[in-house]
C-alpha cells in the first residue's frame, strides 16, 4: 500500500541539506543553532519569530536554503537512526577552540561515520584569549578527521556563536559541501517524511513536526505515521505560518492526527482514510503482541 516507486531521474530536483550538529558538552551546540536562528534574513525582514517545532531553516546570502535539526545532543541522532529515520545531510561538528577535542567530540566524529554523513568542523569560541584553532585541527587527525588546511577533504570555519563572526561562513561551508552531495527528491509524489518531535497540545490536539523526505505533504493528505494516522488538517512552518503544502526537506507542524507518534516514526501519504486505520491498527496490534510476549503488558 505504501509507495515504494523509485523515482526516475527526471522527475528529480535538488532539495536543501538537513543539518545537526553535534560535538562536546558546553562547546557551543545550542549557543550556534540560536545563533544561526539569529542570522536568517528572511525572519529578521519579515520581523518573524522563529517558533521551536524541533527544525528550522535559513537562506544563506548567496540564496541556498538549508534546514537545521534545532535538537543538539547526540541522543536524538541516534535514537532516530535507530528507528530507521536518517534525517541528516551534513553534520556540523562544534569544536570549542579553548578545548580542543573531548570524548564527546569522538563519539560525534563515530556517529557521522556511522551514518556515512559528512562533517563540517565549526572550530567555536574563537573570540576566546584561549582560543587554539590550530590545536583542534592536529587533534582530529588522531581520529582521522583530516581538515583541508592539512590535505584532506573535511572543511573548518573558525567562529564564534557569542558575537557571530564566522556564522555566514559556516552557512556557505555547508551550501557548498550540500552542492557536492548533489542532494535531490521528487516533489511531485506523495510525500513521506519522518517525526522530529510529537506532543499533545492542549489547544490543538495530538502535534508532529515532520520533516518531509520526499514529495510533498499537503493540507487533506491522508496519512499514517507508526501508529497514528490521521488527516492533515493545518500545517504550520518554523515561522509560526500557517501554510497549505510542505516541499522536500521542509519541517512543519502536522495537525490532524488520532493519536500522538514517537519520534523517529515515519509518516507515509496513502491513498484512504480505510487503508491509513488499517495499517496504523496492524502496527498497534503488532506492538501490543510484542509487550505480552515480553510480559509487560
Ligand atoms: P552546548 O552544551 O554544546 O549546547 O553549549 P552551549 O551553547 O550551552 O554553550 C556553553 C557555554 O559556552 C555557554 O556559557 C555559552 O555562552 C558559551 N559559549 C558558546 N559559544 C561561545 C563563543 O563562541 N564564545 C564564547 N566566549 N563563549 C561561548
Do not use: C
Amino acid at each position: 500500500v505504501i509507495d515504494t516507486v523509485v523515482d526516475k531521474a527526471e522527475d528529480l530536483s535538488p532539495r536543501p541539506p538537513i543539518v545537526t550538529i553535534m560535538g562536546h558538552v558546553d562547546h557551543g551546540k545550542t549557543s550556534l543553532l540560536d545563533a544561526i536562528r539569529k542570522a536568517n534574513v528572511v525572519s529578521a525582514e519579515a520581523g518573524g519569530i522563529t517558533q521551536h517545532i524541533g527544525a528550522y531553516q535559513v537562506t544563506t546570502d548567496s540564496g541556498a536554503v538549508l534546514t537545521f535539526l534545532d535538537t543538539p545532543g547526540h541522543a536524538a541522532f541516534t535514537s532516530m537512526r535507530a528507528r530507521g529515520a536518517q534525517v541528516t545531510d551534513i553534520v556540523v561538528l562544534v569544536v570549542a577552540a579553548d578545548d580542543a577535542v573531548k570524548p564527546q567530540t569522538v563519539e560525534a566524529i563515530s556517529h557521522a561515520r556511522a551514518a556515512n554523513v559528512p562533517m563540517i568542523v565549526a572550530i567555536n569560541k574563537i573570540d576566546k584569549y584561549e582560543a587554539n584553532p590550530q590545536k583542534v585541527r592536529t587533534d582530529l587527525l588522531q581520529y582521522e578527521v583530516v581538515v583541508e588546511e592539512m590535505g584532506g577533504d573535511v572543511q573548518t570555519v573558525e567562529l564564534s556563536a557569542k558575537t557571530g563572526q564566522g556564522i555566514d561562513t559556516l552557512l556557505e561551508a555547508i551550501a557548498l559541501q550540500a552542492e557536492i552531495l548533489e542532494l535531490q527528491a521528487n516533489p511531485n509524489r506523495a510525500a513521506h517524511g519522518a517525526v522530529i518531535e510529537a506532543k499533545l497540545d492542549v489547544g490543538r490536539g495530538p502535534v508532529a513536526t515532520v520533516l518531509v523526505q520526499n514529495g510533498t505533504l499537503r493540507q487533506g493528505d491522508i496519512f499514517v505515521v507508526g501508529q497514528t494516522w490521521g488527516k492533515v488538517r493545518a500545517l504550520v512552518n518554523d515561522q509560526g505560518e500557517r501554510v497549505t503544502e510542505a516541499a522536500p526537506s521542509v519541517p512543519v507542524e502536522v495537525l490532524g492526527l488520532n493519536g500522538t507518534p514517537s519520534a523517529g516514526d515515519v509518516l507515509n501519504v496513502v491513498e484512504t482514510e480505510q487503508q491509513a486505520r488499517e495499517i496504523a491498527d496492524y502496527r498497534a496490534q503488532v506492538a501490543k503482541d510484542k509487550r505480552t510476549a515480553a510480559g509487560t503488558a
